[in-house]
């Protein structure tokens, strides 16, 4: 390919991305079929308790990039309230945790994946934080529907 071709290219992505910025939702949603997104549609659920813990999953679409943003809050018996967010390429790794204590407990608290100074262990526990939390979002959905079918 010549250097022509590929300054065309390059310019045609850079066009289509800046209008998915600025434009309605469905040329946004044609760019992230072509991304090839997946939504984990298998955890979404909306204040469900589990085992005490107010628990809801939801998907939603960053407007500038199309890209989805998986997000779980939890908030605990106490009144602690903890927001992870998968925000980058929809593969259930956590890249920010956002802890916020009941009123009691003290000051808002935020971790940023390892890229932004965050250790390893501390990302690896908030990953298998996150990680328990699904499993019991997938058995949670499937005793409801063992016990509708029964």
Known sequence: ????????????????????????????????????????????????????????????????????DNILRVVKSD???????????????IERLMISPSLESGERMSFHGAYNGTSDEIMLEIQEQFDAYLAKIKQRKLDLALRSVR
């Open 79 to 93: 009144g602690t309230s903890m927001e992870y967010s998968d925000s980058r390429r929809n593969d259930l790794e």
């Open 1 to 68: 390919m010549d250097f022509g071709k590929t300054l065309g290219s390059i310019a045609l992505a850079g066009v289509i991305l800046a209008e998915a910025a600025w434009c309605g939702p469905e040329l946004r949603e044609s760019i992230s079929l072509l991304t090839m997104q997946k939504p984990h549609l298998e955890y979404i659920m909306e204040g469900d308790t589990i085992q005490g813990d107010s628990v809801s999953f939801e998907i939603s679409r960053d407007i500038y990039t199309g890209d989805l």
